[in-house]
T-cell receptor
Framework: EPEVTQTPSHQVTQMGQEVILRCVPI?????FYWYRQILGQKVEFLVS????????KSEIFDDQFSVERPDGSNFTLKIRSTKLEDSAMYFC???????????FGPGTRLLVL | QKEVEQNSGPLSVPEGAIASLNCTYS??????FFWYRQYSGKSPELIMS????GDKEDGRFTAQLNKASQYVSLLIRDSQPSDSATYLC???????????FGKGTRLSVIA
């Protein structure tokens, strides 16, 4: 069964450093998302991406964040200068159609020291 | 502000019983609703989606939607210890818009 994959599974970084989180969505899906979940809190939307551009972003997704789809398979989230409060699980999700379900990858646990 | 509310639990049920999980949402025009299961430290795993008023059954799971009351529920029949997890309710306004999640209800099935 097709699934969303994410790398790395864990990332430890120093405050102020740049991190890139990578995702390979399900191959025939058209809609891509990044969510995050701070420990003990709800899953929060960051950004959605469709047709090679951002379709929607939340207040969390400020100028420190960017997304790219550099080729036909990868979807990346970059945090330019990490802050302590960026420590969270970051989930990539993809969806195949309007109104269809979103399928989540296993996540990247980011720890900023 | 779109909100999805769930009782955080824990909800404890004996093995073999029916677990009933509830969710309300604030945005009257939300179109679609989803239940995800999340084990500790893992990602959300889709269990059910529901788009129309009424019941939708899939194996041991039944989702119920009442748009007039802005209420979604999930019933798990013949609960098993492996069902012990946090269940996340999510709504979506339309099309491919982002999911809005509740905080989740922690279910514990006691053997």
């Amino acid at each position: 069964e097709p699934e969303v994959t994410q790398t790395p599974s864990h990332q430890v970084t120093q405050m102020g450093q740049e991190v890139i989180l990578r995702c390979v969505p399900i191959s025939n899906h058209l809609y891509f998302y990044w969510y995050r979940q701070i420990l003990g809190q709800k899953v929060e939307f960051l950004v959605s991406f469709y047709n090679n551009e951002i379709s929607e972003k939340s207040e969390i997704f400020d100028d420190q964040f960017s997304v790219e789809r550099p080729d036909g398979s990868n979807f990346t989230l970059k945090i330019r200068s990490t802050k302590l409060e960026d420590s969270a699980m970051y989930f990539c999700a993809s969806g195949g159609s309007d109104y269809g379900a979103q399928y989540f990858g296993p996540g990247t646990r980011l720890l900023v020291l | 502000q779109k909100e999805v509310e769930q009782n955080s639990g824990p909800l404890s049920v004996p093995e073999g019983a029916i677990a009933s999980l509830n969710c309300t949402y604030s945005d009257r025009v939300s179109q679609s609703f989803f239940w995800y299961r999340q084990y500790s430290g893992k990602s959300p795993e889709l269990i059910m989606s529901i788009y129309s008023n009424g019941d939708k059954e899939d194996g041991r799971f039944t989702a119920q939607l009442n748009k007039a009351s802005q209420y979604v529920s999930l019933l798990i029949r013949d609960s098993q210890p492996s069902d012990s997890a946090t269940y996340l309710c999510a709504s979506r306004f339309s099309g491919n818009t982002p999911l809005v999640f509740g905080k989740g209800t922690r279910l514990s099935v006691i053997a």
